[in-house]
């Protein structure tokens, strides 16, 4: 299969069940490592792993907009709207992707969604890696207080309506797809470094 990024094998052609996608060598000591994928599917935790592992920051982007505007995500969304948050996440994405201390940054889930932000990862000299789980296995995972207002109303069906949207667009910008269901923080760790 053939992406902006490379040749992407498909999942269901590699045997050991293990990394899904290509393995376009381990991450290099001068580029980011860019986690995406749905919500629930472990970003913000591999994220934290992978940066102590590798000695690197770690720009996740959620946090950084509660500490840029000292308000928590849910309160951006209920006041401002969903396209105000989507602005300050372009902010804090495009912000950790001109890091040059190489670093390892969460991206959140809806980041893909903007073309621009698709191009800047797809541009980055970072490996970038979707973190991949069915919308039902996510679901049994996913917390949906706190930072997460999209899965208020019935996060099955959201989850599966995101899957439809994103999933095309979480392909394109991949170097890299590791399946994350029956694993766990640590096993999607050595996936990632692998
Ligand atoms: C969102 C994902 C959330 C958060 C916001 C919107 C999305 O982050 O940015 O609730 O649209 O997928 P996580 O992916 O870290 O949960």
Redesign the pocket.
Known sequence: MSSDRGTVSDVDDMADGLVDGVVDGVVRDDQHVVLVG??GAG??TVGRMLAERLHRPLYDS?QMIEARTGRT?REIFANDGEPVFRAL?AEALADALVSTTPSVI?A???AVLSEANRRLLRAANAKVVWLRADPAVLVERVQSAG????LDDDPPAVLRQ?ADTREPLYREVADVIVTVAGRSPHEVVEAVLR
């Open positions: 749905l919500m970003k913000s959620d995500v996440e969460a959140a889930g809806g930072h997460r207002p999209l995101m």
